[in-house]
């Protein structure tokens, strides 16, 4: 696996993502994002994003925006070690980060928990 600082060519991968049925439900905050706003959000704060990569293709992403943490893995990849790969990497590039997690979200808390990331829940 590989942690690559995101570029355009990720950006529908991220946009589709964080829209997808299946991990909606796991954000504090659900949202219908055109391709238009995705590229705007990511054009002011692609620095701080970042897309895994398995064997080339885009399993994951996360950012960090204000210091809160934001990731996401491909349903097809979830509990295969993804989320703990991405987590533990954007620890070590942002110590002071931490995450919001839905109270429901007990995957998300326990992956937190195992990379030692401070997180509230909400």
Same mark, same amino acid.
């Given at each position: =696996?590989?942690?690559?600082?995101?570029?355009?060519?990720?950006?529908?991968? *991220?946009?589709?993502?964080?829209? %997808?049925?299946?991990? $909606?439900? !796991?954000?504090? *905050?659900?949202?219908? #994002?055109?391709?238009?706003?995705?590229?705007?959000? =990511?054009?002011? %704060?692609?620095?701080?994003?970042?897309?895994?990569?398995?064997?080339?293709?885009?399993?994951?992403?996360?950012?960090?925006?204000? !210091?809160?943490?934001?990731?996401?893995?491909?349903?097809?990849? $979830?509990? =295969?070690? #993804? !989320?703990?790969? =991405?987590?533990?990497? #954007? /620890?070590?590039?942002?110590?002071?980060?931490? !995450? $919001?997690? /839905?109270?429901?979200?007990?995957?998300?808390?326990?992956?937190?928990? /195992?990379?030692?990331? /401070?997180?509230?829940v909400i």
């Amino acid at each position: =696996m590989d942690l690559v600082p995101i570029t355009p060519e990720y950006y529908e991968f *991220v946009r589709l993502l964080r829209t %997808h049925p299946e991990t $909606q439900s !796991g954000f504090i *905050v659900s949202a219908t #994002i055109t391709s238009e706003d995705q590229s705007a959000y =990511m054009e002011k %704060h692609s620095l701080n994003y970042y897309v895994c990569l398995l064997y080339g293709s885009p399993v994951g992403y996360i950012g960090v925006v204000d !210091g809160d943490i934001r990731f996401c893995t491909e349903p097809d990849f $979830q509990g =295969m070690g #993804i !989320g703990t790969f =991405m987590l533990l990497k #954007i /620890k070590d590039k942002y110590p002071e980060a931490y !995450g $919001q997690i /839905k109270k429901e979200n007990k995957s998300s808390q326990h992956v937190f928990d /195992k990379c030692g990331v /401070k997180y509230k829940v909400i």
